[in-house]
C-alpha cells in the first residue's frame, strides 16, 4: 500500500512562508494529479491547489498570488510553497493524489499555524 508523506508543516507568524513537501514511499500508477487540501479548525476540507498530468495548476481564490504548487522530476512528489502567511491559513494540510485507475491516495496531515 503506497503512502503519502507530508512534511514541512509548523509554527510561523503572519506574514510568514512555508514550504510543504509531500512524496509517495512507492510507486504510483497512472497518476493524473497531485495536489493538497486543508482543514481548519470548525471548517470543511477545502481544495487549495492541484496540478496536472501536463503541469496545469489550479488554486483555491483564497490563494491565490500566495501559494505556489508544484511537482518534482518524478512527479511522485509535490510541494506547496506558502507566502504570506496568514491566521486563516491555519489548518491541517492534506496530501493527496489521483489516478486513472488505482484510485485516490491521501496523506495523514501536516499541521500549520500561523499565529502572532
Known amino acids: 500500500q503506497v503512502q503519502l508523506v507530508e512534511s514541512g508543516g509548523g509554527l510561523v507568524q503572519p506574514g510568514e512562508s512555508l514550504r510543504l513537501s509531500c512524496a509517495a514511499d512507492?510507486?504510483?500508477?497512472?497518476?493524473?494529479?497531485m495536489g493538497w487540501y486543508r482543514q481548519g479548525p470548525g471548517k470543511q476540507r477545502e481544495l487549495v491547489a492541484v496540478i496536472g498530468d501536463a503541469g496545469r495548476t489550479d488554486y483555491a481564490d483564497s490563494v491565490k498570488g500566495r501559494f505556489t504548487i508544484s511537482m518534482d522530476a518524478t512527479r511522485i512528489a509535490v510541494h506547496l510553497q506558502m507566502n504570506n502567511l496568514s491566521h486563516e491559513d491555519t489548518a491541517v494540510y492534506y496530501c493527496?493524489?489521483?489516478?486513472?485507475?488505482?484510485?485516490?491516495?491521501w496523506g495523514k496531515g501536516t499541521l500549520v499555524t500561523v499565529s502572532s
Open positions: 512507492g510507486n504510483i500508477f497512472d497518476l493524473t494529479a
Open positions: 493527496h493524489a489521483n489516478t486513472a485507475s488505482t484510485g485516490d491516495y
